[in-house]
């Protein structure tokens, strides 16, 4: 039993980065988002051309044009033109 309980843990574990949000920013300059998990703000800067996950467990997104979204975790953010698209 505990072996099925330790192979059960690694497994969720490892699989947690799987359902986090990602950004791609199109852009040719770079784009920041303001991400609030919980209480906890944070910026989080895309280079031109940066693919990034974030958000694993859900949050709040503020896009470059000052929209603000809420993520469940599964979303894929697209930045081209300096405006957002949630996919």
Known sequence: MNRFATALFL???SA???FAA???NKDS???T???TEGSTKSDLLL???ETVDFCPSGCFVTFPNGD???LTGSETIE???GAATIK
Do not use: D, F, M, W
Request: proline share 8%.
């Open 11 to 13: 497994t969720v574990i």
């Open 16 to 18: 947690a980065p799987a």
């Open 22 to 24: 990602t950004a791609v």
């Open 29 to 31: 300059e770079p784009r």
């Open 33 to 35: 988002l303001v991400v």
């Open 47 to 49: 280079s031109a051309g």
């Open 68 to 70: 603000r979204q809420a």
């Open 79 to 81: 930045i081209n033109g």
